[in-house]
């Protein structure tokens, strides 16, 4: 089999990639199609590189087989070997297409299984991205806007020339935006963006109105730059729909998904911190003594929710929290942005003006 030489091609198709790095480099970037199954872990890496500074490159490939070797080596093997087995058209991918890949791919071959590799490895799918954002973001940008509740990242999610930024950054990008999946890195985030322009291929790109950051995630500047430059379409529902979409977005499916990961008592232990945390985080916004009050209706209202199943005692926080803090502040926001705004209208109106 070819070994591959065109890392957005591989990008682009959603190729599988067996990344033999060690657990910590792919957690600092990996690509969204890599499952790691690395050929030294984080301390063998780590002994390894060490040898290599004080004795040099023999010497460390000396301990390097020495330390995967034997029943280690051959678990391994297996698990390489079953990951080529369930991804037929995958490749195999290490920091810079070097010594690791092709160990493991000589490893396989002398298990009977011909298994191509990345040349220049995670480094050149790196640059790949990289490039392709800045490329696919050069096309044309239109940006949905609207207060908190307005439903436009389901408006986004819908489309097919719609990305969902805050899906990809597993943030809802507010002080109560933060999910059950943890926030990948920032090079990761990156790289999964890429990867969903390249796939999506579309000719324009419709983006929700984000700030800079997404959670611990920032936009990449060549994004944030074009985004500045981009028309802007503000969706304006009533206000009854917006906490309607709110209440079961932040109430319902959030402790459904908190239940479903922990359990009934943990799961609903867990709910309670996260509204509790999302609303601390802007204590000193709302100031101490308006914060107080909130906080003590909501935990008010997760009295009633636990005891009753009902949700709608959260009003009596949610809505003056967007009366007096969130939709002043978008709306601020937004009019610094009035000469970008080119239509303004219902869910339904802007779904047809797209």
């Known amino acids: 089999m070819n070994n591959a030489t065109d890392a957005r091609a591989l990008l ?100 009977g299984v011909d298994y191509p590799l990345v040349i220049g490895g995670y480094k050149a799918l790196r640059q790949a991205a990289i490039q392709s954002t800045f490329d696919e973001v050069q096309k044309p940008l239109v940006l949905i806007g609207g207060c908190t509740g307005s439903g436009k990242t389901q408006l986004v999610k ?7 930024l805050e899906g990809l950054a597993r943030h809802r990008g507010s002080s109560f935006g933060r999910t059950l999946s943890p926030q990948l890195s920032q090079a990761s985030f990156e790289n999964a963006l890429a990867a969903e322009l390249l796939q999506k291929s579309a000719s324009r790109w419709v983006l929700e109105d984000e700030s800079r950051m997404i959670g611990a995630n920032h936009l990449p500047e060549c994004l944030r730059e074009r985004m500045s430059q981009s028309s802007i379409a503000v969706i304006e529902d009533p206000f009854e729909l917006r906490l309607t979409r709110l209440q079961d977005e932040y109430f319902v499916q959030m402790h459904q998904a908190f239940h479903a990961a922990l359990g009934e008592e943990a799961g609903f232990a867990a709910y309670a911190e996260y509204l509790h945390h ?7 916004r709302l100031g101490l003594q308006r914060f107080a009050e909130l906080d003590a209706a909501l935990t008010q209202a997760l009295t009633v929710q636990q005891s009753s199943g009902t949700t709608e005692a959260h009003f009596a926080w949610l809505v ?12 601020y926001q937004l009019e610094k942005k009035a000469a970008k705004i080119v239509f303004r209208g219902s869910w339904q109106d802007v779904e047809s003006w797209l």
């Open 12 to 111: 682009a198709a959603g190729t599988p990639l067996i990344d033999v790095r060690a657990p910590i480099e792919f957690t600092q970037g990996a690509m969204p199609a890599g499952i790691n199954l690395p050929l030294m872990n984080d301390e063998e890496r780590a002994a390894v590189g060490t040898c290599y500074k004080r004795q040099g490159p023999e010497a460390a490939l000396a301990l390097g087989h020495k330390l995967v070797s034997g029943e280690r080596r051959q678990q391994r093997l297996d698990a390489w070997r079953a990951a080529c087995a369930a991804h037929p058209q995958g490749y195999i991918c290490c920091a810079r297409g070097g010594q690791r890949s092709h160990i493991v791919q000589a490893w396989l071959r002398e298990a």
């Open 158 to 164: 819908q489309r097919a020339d719609g990305v969902d």
């Open 278 to 284: 999302g609303l601390y985080a802007i204590r000193k």
């Open 320 to 331: 003056p929290l967007l009366n007096e803090y969130y939709d002043p502040m978008y709306r």
